[in-house]
């Protein structure tokens, strides 16, 4: 666990003092089949340095090739985010020197990128909007990877030794920057979380990026200064880097908001830096100084040619962009009737795309609902997956519907169904046929049941008799138990009633 050696105040005391200012550089790990300038296979979770090749290593004599697939994705992605598109970019050597950089450079784009001054309308949880202006998005490659080995931090100051692994080196990615955001105040950190979130929505839209914020396919750092009530010259920044979800960027920002808030009442100076983010203990912490301009000594690459768009080109890839992903989701909750608490337990289960499925597959919305965020959930929560892998389909849950609906099975023997489903069993339909899954509705067999019930409880039988139907189904119980959940609970009703002699 992290040391905490920072004073805070709390986030109310820090509010009444200061205006936050914040700053998102969010960076997209492209899916493409290979790198940003080579051949190598872009793929996650290879044996270490496999997917690696000379160009990637930046051996002498070794000429790199632009991805056309990853300028075309950036082309969508700033068209997204409302940005123009420059009519020419380049690249840039980003000239620094670390183990997980071979090249002893990144390649990059600095003074002209693909995409730029855009802006996105953010929805906050009351529905509330707030634009956020986007400075520019441009395409680089990412570094290595490296694995501290011996520390308990994990990080290389307290390492016995380190492993590095070049397969991500070479990985298209596009950074997305912001300009400053002001004006947030106590939603700053909800702004954030927001923030991160659609731009997520937006690359999973596209289908540019796989997305998981755990793999790192989308990570953030996150900029806060903080500025006196009343005043409008910012204060100095931090960047908090890395941060890999969205719960953990709003908890970054409160932090940062509460720990520089202490040290600017208590007469300090905030230190322009980058901090780590300890998520076990929701802090941050020192990383190294870092200057407005840090000394890169960018310099145009001189072994790759400009990149020319054309309006035709551009037009062309705009007519390919999906429904923008805050309009599709105002439009589906109208569609299907949700509560907003509904449609948001439904979005923050990860769950919105499986339901609309379901419910084009041919499953009403509530029943598409019930499925996905009840048994279907459940199961994956005890496998520990996501539910998209647990190999239950849309059409599996409309067959389970439609065997609910002619009366072959109910809910309870629908459940069991789904989980062998998920088992690798097959389709709804034959895994009821296989395991002699319908229900009982022989009114012989129920029959025998219902009066053995009422052999076994004569207190409830004078219940019924004597008016309280609702006791009823303490004899439902048992014969739902001798046919092993398999009876047609109605029609048990109706005979029971028929035995007693009562009516309703």
């Known amino acids: 666990m992290a040391a905490v050696t920072d004073e805070v105040l709390t986030f109310e005391e820090a509010l009444a003092e200061f205006e936050p200012v914040l700053g998102f550089e969010v960076h997209v790990e492209l899916n493409t089949r290979t790198k940003m300038f080579s051949s190598a296979p872009n793929a996650f979770g290879d044996v270490p340095n496999t997917n690696v090749t000379e160009v990637d290593l930046g051996l002498p004599g070794v000429l790199p090739v632009v991805n056309g697939k990853a300028v075309e994705y950036a082309i969508k992605l700033g068209l997204a985010l409302n940005c123009q598109i420059a009519p020419v970019c380049g690249f840039a050597r980003k000239n620094y020197f670390y183990p997980d950089t071979p090249k002893n450079f990144q390649t990059s784009q600095y003074d002209d990128p693909i995409a730029h001054d855009g802006w996105l309308d953010v929805e906050l949880e009351d529905g509330t909007v707030f634009r956020v202006e986007i400075e520019r998005a441009h395409m680089e490659e990412d570094a290595g990877k490296l694995t501290h080995v011996g520390g308990a ?29 002001k004006g947030a105040g106590e939603r700053a950190p909800e702004l954030a979380r927001a923030y991160v979130t659609a731009i997520r929505d937006i690359v999973k839209a596209l289908d540019i990026s796989d997305a998981r914020m755990e793999r790192g396919n989308v990570r953030c750092d996150a900029n ?84 020319v768009t054309t309006p035709e080109w551009i037009e062309e890839l705009r007519a390919q962009l999906p429904e923008p992903p805050a309009e599709r989701r105002r439009r589906l909750k109208a569609e299907w009737g949700y509560s907003d608490e509904e449609f ?161």
């Open 224 to 307: 806060v200064s903080l500025m006196e009530k009343g005043h409008h010259v910012f204060g100095i920044r931090t960047e908090t880097k890395n941060v890999n979800s969205t719960r953990a960027v709003a908890h970054a920002v409160t932090y940062e908001i509460q720990r520089q808030a202490a040290i600017l009442r208590a007469g300090g100076t905030i230190t322009q830096e980058t901090r780590h983010w300890h998520e076990d203990t929701r802090t941050t912490t020192a990383g190294r100084p870092k200057s407005d301009a840090d000394d890169y000594r960018y310099f145009p690459e001189p072994d790759l040619v400009p990149i």
């Open 344 to 504: 948001r337990d439904v979005v923050n289960a990860g769950v919105m795309d499986e339901i609309a499925a379901t419910i084009e597959a041919g499953a009403s919305a509530p029943a598409a609902r019930k499925w996905w965020m009840g048994e279907i959930a459940r199961l994956a929560n005890v496998a520990e997956r996501e539910v998209a892998e647990l190999g239950i389909g849309p059409a599996d849950v409309v067959e389970v519907e439609a065997l609910i609906a002619e009366k072959t099975i109910n809910d309870k023997i629908a459940k069991q169904v789904l989980g062998f489903v998920a088992a690798g069993e097959g389709s709804p339909r034959g895994i009821v046929e296989a395991r002699s899954l319908a229900v009982v509705s022989d009114d012989g067999a129920l029959t025998a049941a219902v009066q053995e019930a009422i052999a076994q409880n004569p207190g409830v039988v004078d219940k019924i008799r004597g008016g309280k139907l609702q006791a009823v189904g303490a004899l439902i119980g048992p014969v739902m138990k001798a046919t092993r959940g398999q009876a047609d609970a109605g029609r048990v009703r109706e005979i029971v009633l028929e035995q007693l002699g009562v009516s309703e």
């Open 153 to 181: 931090s994990g990080r290389i100051q307290d390492a016995a030794h380190s492993l590095v692994d070049y397969n991500r080196a070479g990985v298209p990615l596009i950074e997305i920057v912001t300009k400053p955001i």
